[in-house]
């Protein structure tokens, strides 16, 4: 696990990292993360004013997945004890609190707003291995050996969501048909191919589909090839975030919803001081994700962006026969800022990122984002021309956590290296973040699991306000020219 983070001096020493390296890595991960979005380029097609109006009254503050829990937990008052303490009741919270419970650890979790407000109960869904990852931000800065030991953490993430649904009976509606990462225009095969590559010499293989095997599969005709991963698919994120709800409270962990954290002081015992009360714990794990800048932790490691959703009304049984897509695999799209387009259960389509977006300062405030609703309308007409008239019921925005590198950000603090934290989801928590909460509990349990270990690296270090926003929105304006361009050609092959 990493240690205390360094300074920012000494990180920039020891790793060399630059202003313009840093850049350089803004520009390569802008493209991860199944779910991103930032400023509309000029070049996107035109919405009507009206379609924007009504878009923006259909916004909803927690997406369509998640509701106010009716049990909502009381808030923490006066000072209480426990054996752990966890900040933030999401995927990794939550896991390494029935980890813990199940070693019969007195376990105390403090949530600001309630369990799964945040990415764990906003993202698309996706429960997927180690496609599509940034490997050139990596690879080479590890060595193939630990990569590969990285990828095989990705992978392990999918076996334990899938094992962990079943032991807390979880109904999610957890469809295991894989995932699809399309090309949808020619000039993407070469990177997606590239990727496949690199994924195989690291031992992991993925089977490129061409267009006859993309229509064999009844795939929409607008994803012409990609690589498809057999192992995962897509799930329900609400009823996966609050099945974890349901069992930790079963187990006997103590949620405090409506609790925010206002500070904290380390020591062979950690103290958390909240409004109302207290909680003191030899072990304290930050599992804040998105949010870890705002409580004054790993703001030159990681930085928030807000990446934005639509869900449309359910198609009709004629558009349903229509769009094909009988195994409803997850699918993602090889621009550098993705798309992904998934259809549900209820036979919504749910398209998300798209655009990426970034706040001065690393905040997160919970409010809409007309431009990034507006880019994926535009790709969700795009993608499926036959639908012209799909009305769109739902628009939402949320947080990702994402690193200079976009691998995972772990490790311990303080004099006692007892105050552990994970960030750095990058998009792709369902799995990891689910996986990183059990393993921080085997850690604290005095077992450090290899996949644990696996993700000791050093951090490329991020840059101070303004320049973290400079180089954030420069590069967010980079790549969706780039992805501009490759629409642009895919509208001047349909229309010509």
Not at 192 to 216: K, Y
Not at 447 to 468: C, G, K, Q, V, Y
Not at 469 to 484: P, Q, R, Y
């Amino acid at each position: 696990m990493n240690k205390e983070p360094d300074s920012p001096e000494t990180q920039a020493d020891r790793s060399g990292v630059t202003r313009r390296g840093f850049l350089k890595g803004a520009l390569a991960t802008a493209v991860i993360a199944p779910a991103i979005a930032a400023e509309l380029s000029t070049d996107t097609a035109p919405i009507e004013n009206a379609k924007l109006v009504a878009d923006l009254e259909k916004y909803r503050t927690l997406g369509t997945w998640v509701e106010k829990p009716a049990d909502i937990q009381p808030e923490l008052e006066g000072d209480q004890t426990a054996d752990v303490v966890i900040v933030g009741a999401g995927y990794v919270g939550l896991h390494a609190a029935l980890g813990l419970a199940a070693a019969g650890k007195k376990v105390i979790v403090l949530e600001r707003e309630f369990a799964g407000f945040g990415a764990s109960g906003r993202n698309a869904g996706y429960l997927g291995g180690p496609m599509a990852l940034e490997y050139d931000l990596f690879v080479k800065r590890v060595g193939n050996e630990q990569a590969a030991r990285i990828l095989g953490f990705y992978a392990a993430g999918v076996d334990f969501v899938e094992k962990k649904l079943q032991e807390h009976a979880i109904e999610c509606d957890y469809n295991a048909t894989g995932v699809i990462r399309a090309g949808v225009d020619p000039s993407q095969e070469k990177r997606i191919r590239d990727d496949m590559a690199t994924a195989a010499g690291l031992g992991f293989s993925f089977q490129f589909l061409d267009q006859a095997a993309m229509r064999a599969r009844g795939i929409p005709p607008a994803f012409l090839f990609g690589s498809y991963a057999e192992r995962g698919g897509t799930l329900h994120p609400g009823k996966y975030v609050m099945g974890l709800r349901r069992a930790a409270l079963q187990a006997g962990v103590k949620l405090y919803e409506n609790t925010a954290l206002l500070a904290f002081a380390e020591g062979a015992t950690v103290k958390v001081q909240t409004g109302k009360g207290s909680a003191s714990a030899p072990f304290l794990i930050f599992a804040t994700n998105a949010y870890t800048p705002q409580i004054g932790l790993l703001a030159d490691k990681v930085a928030p962006l807000r990446v934005s959703a639509i869900e449309t009304e359910p198609l009709s049984a004629e558009q349903r026969a229509s769009l094909g897509w009988p195994k409803r695999e997850g699918i993602i799209t090889a621009h550098w800022t993705m798309e992904s387009h998934r259809l549900t259960v209820n036979n919504t389509l749910i398209v998300t990122t798209k655009r990426l977006n970034y706040v001065y300062g690393s905040k997160t405030p919970n409010v809409p984002d007309s431009e990034a609703y507006q880019a994926l309308r535009v790709a969700l007409h795009e993608r499926f021309p036959t639908l012209p008239e799909l009305e769109i019921r739902a628009c939402w925005s949320g947080y990702v956590s994402l690193a200079g590198d976009a691998l995972p950000v772990v490790g311990a603090m303080g004099a006692q290296q007892n105050i552990f934290y994970s960030a750095g989801c990058s998009g792709h928590g369902v799995g990891t973040q689910s996986l990183m909460g059990h393993l921080l509990a085997e850690r604290i349990l005095g077992t450090e699991d290899p996949l644990l270990s696996a993700l000791n690296h050093e951090t490329p270090w991020l840059p101070p306000e303004p320049f973290r926003w400079c180089g954030i929105k420069g590069a967010m304006g980079i790549t969706n020219t780039l992805d501009d361009q490759v629409d642009r050609r895919v509208r001047e092959r349909r229309t010509s």
